[in-house]
C-alpha cells in the first residue's frame, strides 16, 4: 500500500525553524516528483516546492526561496523541507504528495498529485 506520512509540524516562534519530514513506504522515490503544499486557515491551498528525485530539479514559491529548502533523503525514502526564518503567515496545514516524474506535467498544481499525505500543522506565533 502506498503511503506518504507528514510529520515535524508544531508550534515555533517568529523567525525561527522547523524540519517537515514525509516519509513514503510502498513504493521508492526514484523518478517521483514530491511536492509540499500549505493550506492557511480560510484560504486556498497554495503550492510551496516540488523536488525531482530522479534529475533532482528544484522549484520553490517565489517568496519563499532562501527561507525553505527542499531535500530528499532517497536510502530513507524521505523528503525534507527546512523552514527557516518563519514568520506568523507561514502558519498552515503542510503536506506532501507524490507523482511520478512524466514530462511536461504541472507540478504546481495540486491536482497533478495522485499520493498525498495526512498534513501536518505548523503554527508560528509573532
Known amino acids: 500500500e502506498v503511503q506518504l506520512q507528514a510529520s515535524g509540524g508544531g508550534l515555533g516562534a517568529g523567525w525561527g525553524s522547523l524540519r517537515l519530514s514525509c516519509a513514503a513506504s510502498g513504493f521508492t522515490f526514484h523518478d517521483y516528483v514530491i511536492g509540499w503544499f500549505r493550506q492557511a486557515p480560510g484560504k486556498e491551498r497554495e503550492w510551496v516546492s516540488h523536488i525531482n528525485t530522479g534529475d533532482g530539479t528544484i522549484e520553490y514559491l517565489d517568496s519563499l526561496k532562501g527561507r525553505f529548502t527542499i531535500s530528499v533523503d532517497n536510502a530513507m525514502n524521505t523528503v525534507f523541507l527546512q523552514m527557516n526564518s518563519q514568520r506568523p503567515e507561514d502558519t498552515a496545514v503542510y503536506s506532501c504528495?507524490?507523482?511520478?516524474?512524466?514530462?511536461?506535467?504541472?507540478?504546481?498544481?495540486?491536482?497533478?498529485?495522485?499520493?498525498w499525505g495526512q498534513g501536518t500543522l505548523v503554527t508560528v506565533s509573532s
Open positions: 504528495a507524490a507523482i511520478k516524474s512524466i514530462h511536461l506535467r504541472d507540478y504546481y498544481d495540486y491536482a497533478t498529485y495522485n499520493y
